[in-house]
């Protein structure tokens, strides 16, 4: 079935470092869901990408769709001690079920 | 606008038995999808009801189930309770399928089973 693998599953950066992170497909996707959790809270939905080699910027947030549109990356920008949490990435697969499949998350740590 | 409610936050169980949980979602969403989170595993679809229909499911076994009503609120069940089924039950509302609109997910209910 479609999996979404998420690289690293853990990333420790000092506080003012940029680093980005991937979403990776074994399909193509129809679009690409990112969300955040912190440490003892739910997901929130960041953004939504939907075509081809989509850019989309955040404050310090950067998310782009793959040209192939079966992988994603999420690149911050001077990382604080405000973005941590766990990143997930979810994604539809283009011409198949309706399900969003979720990958196992990214867990940012920031060292002040 | 009201968030995403479920009942109860937190709720220990003992195997064998089962378990109703309950999902408010925002007013005028139409879609609920339910998923397990735990350590190890991250975040596993349950399933997703859409106007009062199971539209997707994930790979759990017949014990979990679910079911929508007529005004979006939804339930899920399990039945005899299994130790693997400790974990946080989180429940997310949508405008439409999730797969196409953005979630808005509740706090979460934190099942132990001892």
């Known amino acids: 079935g479609q999996q979404v693998m998420q690289i690293p599953q853990y990333q420790h950066v000092q506080e003012g470092e940029d680093f980005t992170t991937y979403c990776n497909s074994s399909?193509?996707?129809?679009?690409i869901q990112w969300y955040k959790q912190r440490p003892g809270g739910h997901p929130v939905f960041l953004i939504q990408?939907?075509?081809?080699?989509e850019v989309k910027k955040q404050k310090r947030l950067t998310f782009q769709f793959g040209e192939a549109k079966k992988n994603s990356s999420l690149h911050i920008t001077a990382t604080q001690t405000t973005d941590v949490g766990t990143y997930f990435c979810?994604?539809?697969?283009?011409?198949?079920?309706?399900?969003?499949?979720f990958g196992k998350g990214m867990k940012l740590t920031v060292n002040p | 606008k009201a968030g995403v409610t479920q009942t109860p936050r937190y709720l220990i169980k003992t195997r064998g038995q089962q378990v109703t949980l309950s999902c408010s979602p925002i007013?005028?969403?139409?879609?609920v999808s339910w998923y397990q989170q735990t350590p190890g595993q991250g975040l596993q679809f349950l399933f997703e009801y859409f106007s009062e229909t199971q539209r997707n499911k994930g790979n759990f076994p017949g014990r979990f189930s679910g079911r929508q009503f007529s005004n979006s609120r939804s339930e899920m069940n399990v039945s005899t309770l299994e130790l693997g089924d400790s974990a946080l039950y989180l429940c997310?509302?949508?405008?439409?399928?999730?797969?196409?609109?953005?979630?808005?997910f509740g706090p979460g209910t934190r099942l132990t089973v001892t």
């Open positions: 979810a994604g539809r697969t283009q011409g198949g079920s309706e399900k969003l499949v």
């Open positions: 399909t193509t996707l129809s679009n």
């Open positions: 997310a509302s949508s405008l439409g399928l999730a797969s196409s609109y953005e979630q808005y």
């Open positions: 007013s005028g969403h139409r879609s």
């Open positions: 990408l939907v075509k081809s080699g």
